[in-house]
């Protein structure tokens, strides 16, 4: 992005090119962090109002050293922080501690952001006036089951109706609740303060809520574009929905609000299947709702996973079920864990995580 386009759609923010920081909250990423941290380093963005922050979850396999190696030799500068609490919302806020940028971008190690991303983000925040932007994501796989599972990520049928997962790039520009890798004005972080340390997952949702709730608005726009590199395997998959479910509960009793009706579906379904098969072994009236239950699931399933991918519909089809019973396993384990907690509504967020802009 030139100078004279952000002159021309000048507004909030300071100087003809904002300056940017990315935050790259990392932790064992060796397989992906150099295509990840080289989409960041390869921004059409001018490169002296960009620095990098790559805050590491002190990592034990060969990260940290990719991260050095690359910044040896890299036009923008990158500094590698630590973060003892090897969490993202305690990575998040080590880098928010050292930003510097008028403009603030997340970008995960799992993920490949395209050269006009941060350009994109930039120009819509000066023209529409929004607090945060993001796109649709194209989740993408490396092997037949990492495509397999893609698939499923990117479907309604597995995650319901979230708006970045499934809007495809040619969908229209809206406002929305939450997006991925988001790029925010520095004034909306100094307005909403810090991520939520307590949170292992679902921060973002909480975040941008929090956000929001404030007054902010969070735009998806097609023209903000990032691939986004699923789980290899079906049991990561599940241990990191069955994690978006457990933490999903603490979002709920800090902000019941946040919940959107999709969020309940796994729940329900899971309720469903325990309470009919535990109904099954004390009545015929029993085996034939886990018969209905679990049957109507099973068809409707994989006549949608064919549909989505016929070359690979079984794995797809497995998916889909690690997606919803993961997810409602953990929801159903985080009401019993913090079952205690529903009138604790603190949060564990720092009310002002930025640096002074006079800093040095």
């Known amino acids: 992005m030139t100078a004279g386009e952000l002159n021309a759609a000048a507004g909030g923010l300071k100087g003809a090119v904002p300056t940017v920081t990315v935050i790259m909250p990392v932790r064992n990423e060796e397989a ?17 109002a960009v620095d990098v922050l790559v805050v590491d979850g002190m990592s034990d396999d060969a990260t940290r050293y990719i991260v050095r190696t690359m910044a040896e030799d890299a036009e923008v500068p990158i500094r590698l922080l630590d973060n003892p609490g090897r969490i993202a919302p305690t990575a998040l806020n080590v880098g928010l501690r050292h930003a510097r940028g008028e403009v603030i971008v997340r970008v995960d190690g799992h993920c490949e952001i395209a050269p006009d991303y ?9 023209q529409d006036g929004v607090d945060g932007v993001g796109g649709p994501l194209d989740t993408i796989g490396d092997t037949p ?10 479907h309604r049928f597995g995650v ?10 040619d969908a229209p520009s809206r406002l929305v609740d939450t997006v991925a890798f988001p790029i925010y004005r520095r004034s ?8 939520d340390e307590e949170l292992v997952r679902n921060q973002d949702d909480e975040y941008n809520y929090r956000l929001r709730k404030l007054g902010g608005q969070i735009l998806l726009t097609g023209d903000v574009r990032a691939k986004y590199y699923s789980r290899s395997g079906f049991r990561s998959l599940w241990r990191q929905y069955y994690q978006y479910g457990v933490w999903k509960v603490r979002v709920l009793q800090k902000h019941t609000r946040q919940m959107r009706p999709r969020q309940f579906v796994p729940l329900i379904f899971v309720l469903a299947l325990l309470t009919t098969l ?3 072994t004390v009545s015929p009236l029993g085996r034939l709702g886990f018969a209905a239950v679990t049957g109507t699931y099973l068809v409707t399933n994989l006549a949608v996973a064919l549909r989505a991918h ?11 079920s690690i997606l919803h019973l993961s997810y409602g396993t953990g929801f159903l384990v985080g009401l019993v864990r913090f079952a205690g907690r529903w009138g604790d ?15 040095t």
């Open 310 to 320: 016929p070359s690979g519909f079984l794995r797809v089809a497995l998916a889909f």
């Open 160 to 169: 319901g109706g979230s708006a970045f997962r499934t809007a495809g790039a």
């Open 118 to 126: 941060v350009s994109a983000g930039v120009r819509h925040l000066l």
């Open 345 to 359: 509504r603190q949060g564990r967020a720092p009310s002002s995580v930025l640096p002074p802009p006079s800093s």
């Open 278 to 280: 535990a109904a099954a």
């Open 188 to 195: 909306a972080i100094e307005l909403a303060g810090g991520f």
């Open 145 to 154: 089951t990492a495509r397999a599972i893609a698939v499923a990520m990117g």
């Open 32 to 48: 992906f962090i150099a295509r990840s941290l080289g989409a960041v380093l390869g921004q059409d963005y001018e490169p002296a």
